[in-house]
């Protein structure tokens, strides 16, 4: 099935850790991209890539990287310089239009 | 500076009854809309969409209307059922099919269809 994977589901990390977010999709898109989402707001775009090893950063990158090696793969990590690392991050592909297919999602807490 | 804005954070429904839910937008460069539903912990699923050329795009029950004039869409849901429950984006484009796509998201709109 073609699709986007997120993983973990849930991960939870101690202050001052670093931790990498898994994004994967087999649907051949060129562009990805990266969301964090927080209760009662909407989508904020953190990072974008247009093409491997391109990437772009969105309204809210501080305290964010990523990379692009491989079409298929774009990790997201959160670094000890996010002050409010905890919530909910969304990877997202797009092909040719402008429709963006988003994963199911990673569940991110901070101890 | 909210550029796509849902006014309405909830909005509960009878069952068969139509489901209106409203849109927002400030950037008069934006040309293209998309709804999106999300369910609580899944990541949103793309629901419709409609370009700047049109006036009105229709898919089975869902059907969005966007009026340039006055920078708003709206998503029309009939009948409503109780599985259509969830949060509903809005999210709009600046260019069609351009080289950045960046899709700007409403805080989203809770739909709740009681049976």
């Known amino acids: 099935d073609g699709g986007i994977t997120q993983s973990p589901k849930y991960l939870f990390r101690k202050e001052g850790q670093n931790v990498t977010l898994s994004c994967e999709q087999n649907?051949?898109?060129?562009?990805m991209y990266w969301y964090r989402q927080d209760p009662g707001q909407g989508l904020r775009l953190i990072y974008y890539?247009?093409?491997?090893?391109?990437?772009q950063k969105g309204d809210i990158a501080e305290g964010y990287s990523v990379s692009r090696e491989k079409k298929e793969s774009f990790p997201l990590t959160v670094t000890s310089a996010q002050k409010n690392p905890t919530a909910f991050y969304l990877c997202?592909?797009?092909?040719?239009?402008?429709?963006?297919?988003f994963g199911p999602g990673t569940r991110l807490t901070v101890l | 500076d909210q550029q796509v804005k849902q006014n309405s954070p909830s909005l509960s429904v009878q069952e068969g009854r139509i489901s209106i839910l409203n849109c927002d937008y400030t950037?008069?460069?934006?040309?293209?809309f998309l709804w999106y539903k999300k369910y609580p912990a899944e990541g949103p699923t793309f629901l419709i969409s409609?370009?700047?050329?049109?006036d009105k795009n229709e898919d089975g029950r869902f059907t969005v209307f966007l009026n340039k004039s006055a920078k708003h869409l709206s998503l029309h849901i009939v009948p409503s059922q109780p599985g259509d429950s969830a949060v509903y984006f809005c999210?709009?484009?600046?260019?069609?099919?351009?080289?950045?796509?960046?899709?700007?998201f409403g805080t989203g709109t809770l739909l709740a269809v009681q049976p």
């Open positions: 890539s247009q093409i491997v090893n391109d990437f």
């Open positions: 950037n008069s460069m934006f040309d293209y």
């Open positions: 997202a592909s797009r092909g040719g239009y402008n429709e963006q297919f």
């Open positions: 999210a709009a484009s600046p260019v069609y099919g351009g080289a950045t796509n960046k899709l700007i």
């Open positions: 649907l051949n898109h060129d562009a």
């Open positions: 409609i370009s700047s050329i049109k």
